[in-house]
């Protein structure tokens, strides 16, 4: 085996040094190259980077790959897009390195292989075809793949590939700052300020009732560092997407430490790359002077995420609005919907937030800004919630009208669902009598403005209700129990991240979904599953909790 491998290689070494003495033909291959290519070398080749610069006229740039794809993606990474790349190695698997990296190139562009045969070109076929078995994410990135090429038929010892679409690059909080001055230099924009990482024990005084589901609540939660940045020079699309050159910028992603980087508005390519939806790439992109802080979404009018993700970029705003008292915010305006809901500017203008000078992006109109100030956020669901989120919610209630009635406000209130398109409880009418009959006050979050829900849920000595966006409003009373019931498919974790934070005694009531979770899996079908709630099995252990 080790002998025929040797000779493999030393048979593809062969094949390439032919193929590279014919510099014309991988000229024309590359042909029209209008900016600099890329190279991959296994060592060092000057004469053809420097054949190749003569014939193209244009910069040749080379990548060690040394069979390392990682080594050909960080190199990517740290470089605008090339005009065409030049596949020149030896070892490794090639067509793989194809398969990752070809979404660097612009629409039209060629990735050339050198000393392949039709082999190659069979592998590279058959990669961009459908598997038996494999997962719906697997199909979708399978199929990216086979939209993004257009192959030729290899001759003259060369592969050739022709790009379709464009493609980013998806960076990470931890590679954004080095790729960011590779390839820009000094001018990429700043570091405004940084929070160490640190550990607590959660402050939340948990009970669980009933089977609960598989991932379990952690006892210790671990705060990562988070960083304040400005970047110069973005392009703000709609649902907080944020573009630089060729890079998409970390702050457009919610679950920043998942592991790929997921949006729904991009479309997945592999874990490195992914293309923006054709009504973002084919909006017109205006220029608007000044700098702006990304108080954005990827649901801009959706009441549970504004409370979790973008209220935890607080802390951010404080600093940066204190740096630069122009500072304006930048957020997005959905077809269709208000562009500030009420309830969203009264949150928003308690905290102080200029809400008569937002700049607005859309599905039609994307904004490039002179600079864009992010901050990493305080809160990801499940991971982690910073203690220090207790401060933005307290700034939040202290920026709202006084409370003009604390002596009639309800000690015990029940938070219930009308909406039946996900985590329904079917047995909805049952649960809300049993609630009244405990003496709570049945609610429904959207019967009421939000300064009266925020007076209603600090005056509360016990908060009961469905898991979900109605109960986030525990975060403005610390000293409240809370009580949850919930589908033990909904496996969201804001609520006792919220407790962990600012010390809640919690109870958790499980009740099965109608469409179980995968063991060890997740489906988008068991999250929003429909449930029933069997109040006689839990009936003494919630009488006990509510009262």
Not at 48 to 66: F, H, K, M, P, S
Not at 219 to 226: N, Q
Not at 431 to 436: D, I, L, N, T, Y
Not at 450 to 471: D, T
Request: some cysteine; aromatic content about 8%.
């Amino acid at each position: 085996m080790t002998l025929r491998s040797r000779l493999a290689r030393v048979v593809r070494r062969r094949r390439l040094s032919r193929a590279l003495t014919n510099l014309d033909a991988i000229a024309d291959a590359l042909e029209p190259a209008q900016g600099f290519i890329v190279v991959y070398l296994d060592e060092p080749n000057p004469t053809l980077v420097d054949g190749l610069a003569q014939r193209l006229a244009v910069e040749v740039r080379a990548i060690q790959v040394n069979g390392s794809i990682d080594a050909a993606l960080t190199a990517l990474r740290s470089m605008p897009r090339p005009a065409a790349i030049l596949d020149a190695t030896h070892s490794g698997n090639r067509g793989n390195l194809l398969r990752q990296t070809i979404f660097a190139l612009p629409a039209g562009a060629a990735y050339v292989a050198a000393g392949v045969t039709t082999a190659w070109t069979a592998d590279v076929r058959s990669s961009a075809e459908p598997r038996d078995g494999e997962s719906q994410a697997a199909a979708r990135r399978r199929q990216e793949f086979a939209d993004s090429i257009d192959i030729h038929e290899s001759a003259r010892g060369l592969g050739v590939v022709r790009k379709r679409g464009t493609h980013h690059i998806t960076l990470r909080h931890d590679a954004v700052e080095g790729a960011l001055s590779d390839q820009f230099g000094a001018d990429w924009g700043e570091v405004i300020a940084r929070r160490e990482a640190y550990e607590y024990e959660s402050r939340a005084t948990l009970h669980m009732h009933g089977e609960p589901p598989p991932r379990e609540k952690p006892t210790t939660i671990s705060v990562p560092a988070l960083s304040l940045r400005r970047y110069s020079d973005v392009t703000c699309h709609l649902r907080e997407v944020a573009t630089k050159g060729n890079l998409v910028l970390p702050d457009t992603f919610r679950h920043w430490q998942g592991g790929r980087l997921f949006h729904k508005r991009i479309i997945p390519a592999t874990a490195w790359f992914g293309r923006l939806e054709d009504r973002m790439q084919q909006a017109n992109v205006r220029h608007e002077a000044g700098e702006f802080f990304s108080f954005d979404s990827a649901f801009p009018t959706h009441y549970g995420h504004l409370t979790t993700e973008t209220l935890s970029k607080h802390w951010g705003w404080r600093i940066a609005r204190e740096r630069n008292p122009d500072l304006r915010v930048v957020m997005t305006h959905q077809p269709n919907q208000e562009r500030l809901p009420s309830w969203k500017a009264d949150i928003l203008g308690a905290l102080g937030l200029p809400l008569d000078d937002i700049l607005w992006v859309t599905q039609d109109e994307s904004v490039r800004v002179d600079s864009l100030v992010a901050a990493m956020p305080q809160l990801e669901n499940p991971h982690y919630a910073d203690r220090d989120l207790v401060d933005t919610w307290e700034a939040l209630y202290a920026g709202l009208e006084p409370d003009p009635a604390p002596q009639t406000r309800a000690a015990k209130i029940f938070l219930s669902r009308r909406t039946r398109t996900q985590r329904w409880c079917t047995n909805t009418p049952e649960v809300e009598a049993f609630m009244v009959e405990q003496g709570f006050t049945v609610i429904h979050a959207e019967d009421t403005s939000y300064a009266e829900q925020a007076h209603i849920f600090r005056a509360a000595k016990v908060i009961a209700g469905f898991a979900g966006s109605a109960l986030f409003n525990m975060m403005l009373n610390p000293s409240a129990r809370i009580v949850v019931l919930s589908s033990r498919g909904y496996v969201a974790a804001n609520e006792y991240l919220f407790a962990s934070a600012a010390g809640h005694e919690i109870h958790y009531f499980w009740a099965p979904p109608l469409v179980e979770q995968p063991e060890g899996g997740f489906t988008v079908d068991a999250y929003r599953s429909d449930f029933t709630f069997n109040l006689d099995e839990h009936r003494a252990e919630l009488v006990k909790a509510l009262a």
